[in-house]
């Protein structure tokens, strides 16, 4: 199957700090990837979807100066947390849509642990 | 607007005892339905993807079905590792948004 990673696994930062985080699509190319949050116990919340070379489209409620979105290829996208504060801790998850040979697919990553003190 | 239950919410099984769980959509012209597992502290991992009414796909000890107004995710003698949050995920139909629709997940334990 389609394999997507994400690094870091976990971070953690002091307040006021920006972050990065990568999500990378590694057996096949994907125009599309999205960016989604996890608090404890509670199913996935769409950010962002990120097109290649185009920006990326926010969910309503998300800042998209706080949450920076860049898909400069068809196998990475990253998102920079900027100016992180303890609110912002939670669970981050990358998916890729695989559109190919009768497909549309998305596979996630496993997940970047942020912790900001 | 679309919408995506998962039922049961949670769901407490002994090793070797079957069970369904449901997803019951209301997106119309269903464009594909997915099932996810996922295990704490990690990303989802793919299970299957049902296209059209009447469809199976089976993995191990996982058969999935579809209707035209659900879905079902029978498992047969689970085991200890089966236990994880199973997610259902709906396409909406071509022309729409990309964006997938996800139920709130069903969180399987299976007891030794």
């Known amino acids: 199957g389609a394999v997507v990673s994400q690094h870091p696994s976990r971070v953690i930062c002091k307040s006021g700090t920006s972050v990065k985080i990568e999500c990378r699509s590694l057996?096949?190319?994907?125009?599309?990837m999205f960016w989604y949050r996890q608090f404890p116990k509670q199913s996935l919340m769409l950010m962002a979807t990120?097109?290649?070379?185009?920006?990326?489209?926010?969910e309503q409620g998300v800042e998209k100066d706080k949450f920076l979105i860049n898909h400069a290829s068809l196998t990475l996208s990253t998102l920079t947390v900027t100016s992180a504060h303890p609110e912002d801790s939670s669970f981050y998850i990358c998916?890729?849509?695989?559109f190919g040979t009768g497909t549309d697919t998305q596979y996630f990553g496993p997940g970047t642990r942020l912790t900001v003190l | 607007e679309d919408q995506v239950t998962q039922s049961p919410e949670a769901l407490r099984l002994q090793e070797g005892e079957s069970s369904s769980l449901n997803c019951s959509y209301t997106?119309?012209?269903?464009?594909?339905l997915f099932w996810y597992r996922q295990d704490p502290g990690k990303g989802p991992e793919f299970l299957f993807t049902?296209?059209?009414a009447g469809e199976e796909k089976e993995k191990e000890r996982l058969k999935a079905t579809l209707t035209k107004k659900e879905s079902f995710l029978h498992i047969t003698a689970p085991k200890p590792e089966d236990s994880a949050t199973y997610l259902c995920?709906?396409?909406?139909?071509?022309?729409?948004?990309?964006?997938?629709?996800f139920g709130k997940g069903t969180k399987l334990t299976v007891n030794p």
């Open positions: 049902l296209y059209s």
């Open positions: 990120s097109n290649e070379g185009s920006k990326a489209t926010y």
């Open positions: 997106v119309s012209g269903l464009r594909g």
């Open positions: 998916s890729a849509r695989d």
């Open positions: 995920a709906v396409q909406p139909p071509w022309g729409g948004s990309e964006k997938l629709v």
């Open positions: 057996d096949f190319q994907a125009t599309t």
